[in-house]
């Protein structure tokens, strides 16, 4: 009996509602959204901004949670880079040595270049006979006076018969260097002329270049987990935020539907309401990010970590572009919240 008089209620509720919205005014509301579309995007824009001020204290912690989470992306693709950078400028740097007899003629150490650049691993190669190791010596040790003091002509010669030709070798893949070990070891001009005394530099800094590669993948691993973590909180804050606000204009949205709104008009103002908060985010984000790292930098760059690349985007015109991704990734994380909200009011409606 109670039910049957709430029915009896709400169809009086309706038919007063429909008699104030006569026919008349139904066809005008039908034929000024499809002719004035400006008009309409205009509506759907005011009630969005007004329903985000409504809303303020749940929009900031919505905006708040979805800035964290822009700025855990940044940090994740900014690491994984940074590190990727500094490996590869670590490998870069990386020349193998390979340690010839003393006074091995020039013409040897040019066969000897030749038979190493058959390898398609070779970068480049760098010869250096005894008399040029000596000079390096002395330019390397210039200011010592002690040093130079003793060497005289026949200490000179004396260092020259000791002292080892080099061969310098930077590779494209330090990590593939079978080949080359291959040649030097079974190669029978090589055989004969490497010094035995002194072994090849094949694994110098491999240790250092592998540990930065395992921090690069944990810093990218890690920063994905959070970066998806804080997007399902950020998701569900956004899609708590719309609903409440559909909850508390509920009546609002059954007369736009009485005379005659269509789901996109009603969809329209709570996605503006999220996206204005993935605006904030992302603005807020990228400032942070920026002077969060420019002042990072310095101190990263004196560990011998390659940041180069990545201040010189920050520092030129592209920052702009910067902004612009990180208020796109906030727009698209609100909208895809709002969206789930609404889809789900307007389906049980």
Not at 295 to 315: C, H, K, T, W
Not at 334 to 348: N, P, T
Request: charged share 25%; proline share 1%.
């Amino acid at each position: 009996m109670v039910e049957e008089t709430k029915k009896v209620a709400d169809s009086k509720e309706d038919r007063k509602l429909l008699k104030r919205a006569s026919k008349k005014g139904l066809k005008v509301i039908q034929k000024s959204r499809g002719k004035h579309p400006m008009r309409t995007g205009g509506r759907i824009v005011k009630y969005g901004t007004k329903g985000f001020v409504r809303n303020i204290w749940l929009s900031t912690a919505a905006t708040v949670v979805m800035a964290i989470t822009l700025i855990i992306l940044f940090v994740t693709v900014v690491a994984s880079a940074v590190l990727a950078n500094t490996a590869q400028m670590m490998r870069d740097k990386i020349d193998i040595t390979i340690y010839l007899k003393p006074n091995t003629s020039e013409e040897t150490l040019r066969d000897l270049t030749e038979i190493i650049k058959k390898d398609s691993n070779i970068k480049s190669v760098v010869v250096s006979s005894s008399k040029e190791e000596y000079e390096k010596f002395i330019a390397e040790n210039a200011d010592s006076d002690e040093i130079l003091n003793v060497l005289d002509d026949e200490m000179k010669d004396l260092m020259i018969s000791k002292m080892q030709a080099t061969m310098r070798i930077k590779v494209y893949d330090v990590g593939n260097l079978d080949s080359i070990k291959n040649i030097v070891e079974n190669d029978e001009l090589f055989q004969i002329n490497v010094d035995k005394e002194l072994e090849p530099t094949y694994d110098v800094n491999q240790a250092e270049i592998a540990t930065i590669t395992s921090w690069a993948n944990i810093a990218r691993t890690g920063g994905i987990i959070l970066a998806v973590v804080f997007l399902v909180i950020s998701i569900l804050i956004i899609f708590s935020t719309i609903r409440m606000a559909i909850f508390s204009r509920r009546e609002e949205i059954y007369m736009m539907k009485l005379v005659g709104a269509d789901k996109k008009f009603i969809r329209g103002p709570f996605l503006v309401e999220a996206e204005i908060c993935g605006i904030i985010a992302g603005a807020l984000a990228a400032t942070v990010s920026y002077f969060g790292f420019m002042f990072m930098a310095p101190r990263l760059a004196s560990y011998g970590i390659n940041v180069d690349q990545i201040v010189e985007i920050l520092e030129s015109n592209k920052l702009i572009l910067v902004y612009l991704i990180f208020m796109g990734i906030g727009v698209i994380i609100g909208r895809i919240s709002s969206w789930l909200a609404v889809a789900k009011y307007l389906h049980k409606t």
